[in-house]
């Protein structure tokens, strides 16, 4: 079993920034791959950056690139989304989600573990 639970999440001006922190424990060797996705207001879920655990590779939507950083602390077992240049159309909940895969899926389905979400609200 893998836990995980997202924080960091709030309220900021556009042009902020937040950090996001997703906190994996349990069997996190089932956690090879750990993704960020998001749940505008009224909008279907959406995956937003992901991270590789064994080699650190990273993925980025185009909506987010050059803006967002994911990144990975193995000694706390936490994965990082370091939000720059935040933009109102950010603002959607955010989910962690961990995927036992060898590679890193794109479709929340494929992902066995999952968050409650942390609120990011982005105002202009």
């Known amino acids: 079993q893998v836990h995980v639970v997202e924080s960091g999440g709030g309220s900021v001006q556009a042009g902020g920034s937040l950090r996001l922190s997703c906190a994996v424990s349990?069997?996190?060797?089932?956690?090879?791959?750990i993704s960020w996705f998001r749940q505008p207001p009224g909008k279907e879920r959406e995956r937003v950056t992901a991270i590789y655990t064994g080699d650190g590779g990273s993925w980025y939507a185009d909506s987010v690139k050059g803006r967002f950083t994911i990144s990975q602390d193995d000694a706390k077992n936490t994965v990082y989304l370091q939000m720059n240049s935040l933009k109102p159309e950010d603002t959607a909940i955010y989910y962690c989600?961990?995927?036992?895969?060898?590679?890193?899926?794109?479709?929340?389905?494929?992902?066995?573990?999952w968050g409650q979400g942390t609120q990011v609200t982005v105002s202009s």
């Open positions: 989600a961990a995927s036992s895969r060898y590679w890193c899926p794109g479709e929340w389905a494929d992902y066995n573990y």
């Open positions: 349990g069997n996190t060797g089932s956690s090879n791959c």
